[in-house]
């Protein structure tokens, strides 16, 4: 027990103490769970031959992540996607894939070996690249659209490659293959003839296809009305693991019942539920998983031939960068989503560890083989982010340079810039124009653009946080800048430079919470538009209504209740501290009793009034009479 906890105790320090370093540095997480294990594995030997048990248990993790993406793939997502998914990526899948195999025949690999070798390779980090793309806010574009396509496309991939491995087993590996990995599992279609296995296997499915739809809903709203969110978990965990069990005992990966079974509960009313009970298991597993394949990598085998690896690593990269930008030429992509779409998506993915595991167990890798892949897959992984290093600093500029002519076109000097022209800054924008003021809009999302340019409204590609697009807005003589981008970060960036260089400029802003309201605040916006508010105050109008008051003094109540909370937002944000919780702040606690009370008493006003009014009306009230 002892050893047990000791052990537990150094994976967390180290990934507690790595990750957090990582971030920081711009690597990321997973580069940080990865550097995390080698500290722990071959740098120092905290750890050692518990690692590759660890590992088969974290390995879950990646089930779990293929259960959520299952989640979020309703059916009419996945068509809707389908030109992206089906184009780009089955285009990189099958190219990569058709690449590397031929390189690997050439170098004298069997053709069913290159296969697999190929398959491995034409993966990509969903996790690294999504994380990434998020935290540098380049999800919304359009290169970053088109990598989580094909993304997408790799994740359901890996069903059908799942399926396709074992048949590429060599007689040769079968007698040293280790099957079982060290751990006894029952089978359904052990000793079973061919077709017997083949309709096992098809049973097994539609159990996990049927029973989902019709069985999970009656099981799940049995288990809510307990009301009790640890049964639930226990419940989605139950999911995950009964679906991994019978999908190994009928010999096919836990990860394809898993996905199955998220796409038949993505339209269930207990998704979001599920997504929300599962996602810590799975992050905390998935980081487990990284941290056993860094502190798995066999460094021995690395120095002795680092040269070769190293060659080996660099040459998948540039061949995946070259398929995917000649995918981005045909698909017509712009100059910057080009270089962005074949530099995040170069590097072997991490279901890479999974599949090179399951060739060896399957007989189809040799297992020297399979540890040089592993270190191949690992090295690019951690040369992702440098990937990323070259796209900011190197790619953009010359990027932006070549087309430059876009930001350029931004002349005309409107008295109000909107940044951001999605549903929020639409309104805005229609409201202006049909007032007869003069916008200049801009907006990252090229599609969206092409879309508005359509209907004959007039709005610039770029990033509206840079600097020198702002100064091309003509920000310095603008009356009014509208911040309705979708980018907590880059909104509050935005609004501390234009108030820093333009203390005039009067700055509207939208926000999603209150944390975000006084940050707001503290960067110099003016007025603070929170997402939901507005809609919120209208609902309790009607709320006031429907429980008899009436239309004016429930205007009136609503009215009082708004300017109260603009007064409160302003007091509240002098006291708020950006590196203290709300609930560790007593300044603030204080203030918001105070304010409560005082909203309180102003409510209770209006109550007196109402109750008054009431009484008065009372006696001529003929239902009052009557009774």
Not at 202 to 226: D, E, K, M, Q, W
Request: charged share 15%; with cysteine; proline share 3%.
């Amino acid at each position: 027990m002892t050893s047990l906890l000791l052990q537990a105790f150094i994976y967390l320090c180290a990934a507690v103490i790595a990750v957090p370093i990582a971030k920081r540095l711009g690597l990321g997480s997973v580069l940080g769970y990865l550097i995390a294990g080698i500290i722990i594995g071959p740098a120092t030997g905290l750890v050692g031959s518990e690692t590759q048990d660890i590992q088969h248990f974290a390995e879950f993790g990646v089930v779990m992540m293929l259960f959520l993406v299952g989640l979020e793939l309703d059916p009419k997502t996945l068509w809707a996607m389908r030109h992206k998914l089906l184009g780009l990526g089955s285009f990189q899948v099958m190219g990569t894939a058709a690449l590397v195999m031929a390189i690997g025949m050439w170098f004298g690999l069997s053709w069913s070996v290159a296969l697999a070798v190929g398959l491995v390779f034409s993966l990509s980090s969903t996790a690294i690249v999504l994380q990434t793309l998020n935290e540098k806010n380049l999800m919304k574009g359009d290169g970053g659209q088109n990598s989580f396509s094909v993304l997408l496309f790799q994740d359901i991939a890996v069903i059908p490659m799942l399926a396709l491995i074992p048949l590429l087993a060599l007689p040769e590996l079968m007698q040293t293959a280790d099957h079982t990995d060290g751990h006894a599992t029952y089978s359904l279609v052990e000793g079973l003839a061919g077709w017997q296995v083949t309709l096992v296997t098809f049973a097994a499915i539609a159990i996990v296809v049927v029973g989902g739809h019709y069985l999970s809903r009656p099981i799940f709203r049995f288990i809510a009305t307990a009301k009790l969110r640890e049964v639930f978990t226990a419940a989605a965990l139950l999911l995950v693991i009964g679906i991994a069990i019978l999908m190994t005992m009928v010999g096919l990966s836990p990860a394809l019942g898993t996905f199955l079974a998220g796409v038949v509960l993505a339209n269930s009313e207990f998704r979001h539920e599920l997504e929300s009970d599962i996602e810590p298991f799975k992050g905390l597993l998935l980081g487990l998983f990284f941290i056993t394949v860094g502190a798995g990598i066999n460094f021995g085998l690395l120095f002795d031939d680092f040269l070769l690896i190293l060659g080996l690593t660099v040459g998948l990269m540039a061949l995946k960068s070259l398929v995917l930008l000649i995918i981005a030429f045909v698909a017509k992509m712009r100059l910057t989503d080009k270089w962005l779409f074949a530099l995040c998506l170069a590097q072997a993915g991490e279901f890479g560890f999974v599949l090179l595991s399951f060739t060896v167990q399957n007989a189809v890798i040799p297992p020297d083989l399979a540890d040089t892949l592993l270190l191949v897959v690992a090295m690019s992984m951690m040369l992702t982010p440098i990937l990323f290093i070259l796209f900011d600093k190197i790619v953009l500029p010359i990027a932006n340079k070549k087309q430059g002519k876009q930001d350029d076109e931004i002349t005309e000097q409107g008295l109000i810039i909107i940044a951001g022209h999605g549903r929020f800054g639409q309104i805005i924008n229609r409201t202006m124009l049909a007032n007869g003021h003069k916008t200049v809009v801009i907006d990252q999302n090229a599609e969206n653009i092409d879309g508005m340019r359509r209907f004959g409204v007039q709005v610039f590609y770029g990033d509206a946080t840079r600097p020198d697009l702002l100064e091309a807005a003509g920000i310095r003589e603008a009356k009014l800048l509208v911040v309705a981008i979708d980018d907590p970060e880059g909104a509050i960036k935005m609004v501390k430079h234009a108030h820093h260089e333009c203390p005039n400029l009067h700055i509207i802003a939208r926000a999603k919470d209150r944390s975000e309201v006084y940050k707001l605040y503290r960067a110099g916006a003016h007025d603070i538009i929170r997402e939901t508010f507005d809609s919120s105050v209208r609902a309790s109008r009607y709320a006031l209504e429907a429980l008899g008051m009436p239309h004016n003094k429930a205007q009136k109540n609503m009215d009082k209740f708004v300017a109260h909370d603009r007064n409160s937002v302003r007091e509240m944000a002098a006291v708020w501290k950006d590196d203290v919780s709300n609930f560790d702040n007593p300044e603030l606690i204080a203030l918001a009793k105070n304010l409560s009370s005082q909203l309180n008493e102003l409510m209770a006003e209006d109550q007196g009034e109402l109750h008054e009014d009431l009484q008065d009306a009372s006696p001529t009230t003929p239902d009052k009479a009557s009774s």
